[in-house]
């Protein structure tokens, strides 16, 4: 049976990954806030100021915002 929501993709079809990536760029973003409004970079307080850890979390953040970007174009197309 053919679904008749035309956003499915978009709210629905999530996968693991998919998931992933957007909590990931909800915490890039408000990591960002917090470095814009009150100079608090929560991240690097979290895990150490430019430790390994808070490297691979922003490398991930930054993967993440690839993804979203590739899942914003696919969706554009459908």
């Known amino acids: 049976m053919e ?3 035309p956003n499915r993709r978009a709210t629905h079809g999530f ?3 998919d ?3 957007q ?3 909800i915490v890039g973003g ?3 806030g917090l470095v814009g409004l009150f100079d608090f970079d929560l991240v690097a307080r ?3 100021d430019g430790s390994m850890l808070s490297r691979v979390v922003y490398i991930l953040v930054g993967v993440s ?3 979203g970007l590739a899942i914003f174009r696919h969706s554009r197309r459908d």
């Open 65 to 67: 915002a690839l993804w």
């Open 46 to 48: 979290l895990f150490g």
């Open 23 to 25: 909590i990931l760029l």
């Open 3 to 5: 679904d008749t929501l």
């Open 30 to 32: 408000l990591n960002w």
């Open 15 to 17: 996968n693991a990954l």
């Open 19 to 21: 998931w992933i990536a």
